[in-house]
């Protein structure tokens, strides 16, 4: 079955930029996104189509994507960024969808 | 703002049903797909299931096929996800989330519940 890779944890000082990669076959041809989920809260939208940011969501948090890796980079990490962070996207025939395994972001 | 609560969570033994609601307000349900997708404890995000707009098109994951149905009432504005079959393995929160689109494939789920709790135990 279709599966997405993401690094089991990133730990990065505050001010400084964390980047976690998603690997996927299909993501050469399919949209990622990726959410943020704090400690005990539902899943927060951060990036959808790749790179598009949603309202509210602050400029430090950008996304884009080549070949079969998308990234989300944040730029100048804050301790409240730290959390778990999950890449989104669909199989290849487009009508499932398939979640990252997350990866632990800390701002220390 | 939109608005998705989740409800009908609770403890059910092995080999059971239960019937999950998720109640929208803030958009136009009926014209938007829906996702629910679940988290065990302690684990990643797991998408489960997709419904289009109108009800004419649902999707599956491998692990809930065959034993998890979705469907939507428009007039109520509400989700609904029956579960039969329940094992152990189905213990999770489980969250309704709002299609951003009203096209006949998943896209990225852009406004989540915060979760109802299903404890499958004997």
């Known amino acids: 079955s279709y599966e997405l890779t993401q690094p089991p944890s990133v730990s990065v000082s505050p001010g400084q930029t964390a980047r976690i990669t998603c690997s996927g076959d299909?993501?050469?041809?399919?949209?990622a996104c990726w959410y943020q989920q704090k400690s005990g809260q539902a899943p927060l939208l951060v990036i959808y189509e790749d790179s598009e940011r949603p309202s509210g969501i602050p400029e430090r948090f950008s996304g884009s994507s080549s070949g079969t890796m998308a990234t989300l980079t944040i730029s100048g990490a804050q301790v409240d960024d730290e959390g778990d962070y999950y890449c989104y996207s669909t199989d290849r025939r487009g009508n499932q969808g398939i979640f990252g395994p997350g990866t632990k972001v800390t701002v220390l | 703002q939109v608005r998705l609560v989740e409800s009908g969570g609770g403890v059910v033994q092995p080999g059971g049903s239960l019937r999950l609601s998720c109640a929208s307000s803030g958009f136009d349900f009926s014209i938007y797909g829906m996702h629910w997708v679940r988290q065990a404890p302690g684990k990643g995000l797991e998408w489960m299931t997709f419904?289009?707009?109108?009800?004419?098109?649902?999707y599956y994951g491998d692990s809930v096929k065959g034993r998890f149905t979705v469907s939507k009432d428009n007039s109520e504005n509400t989700l609904y996800l029956q579960m039969n079959s329940l094992t152990t393995e189905d213990t999770a929160v489980y969250y309704c989330a709002k299609d951003p689109g009203f096209g006949e494939f998943p896209g990225s789920p852009d406004y989540w519940g915060q979760g109802t709790l299903v404890t499958v135990s004997s």
């Open positions: 419904i289009r707009y109108d009800g004419s098109r649902k």
């Open positions: 299909a993501l050469s041809k399919k949209f």
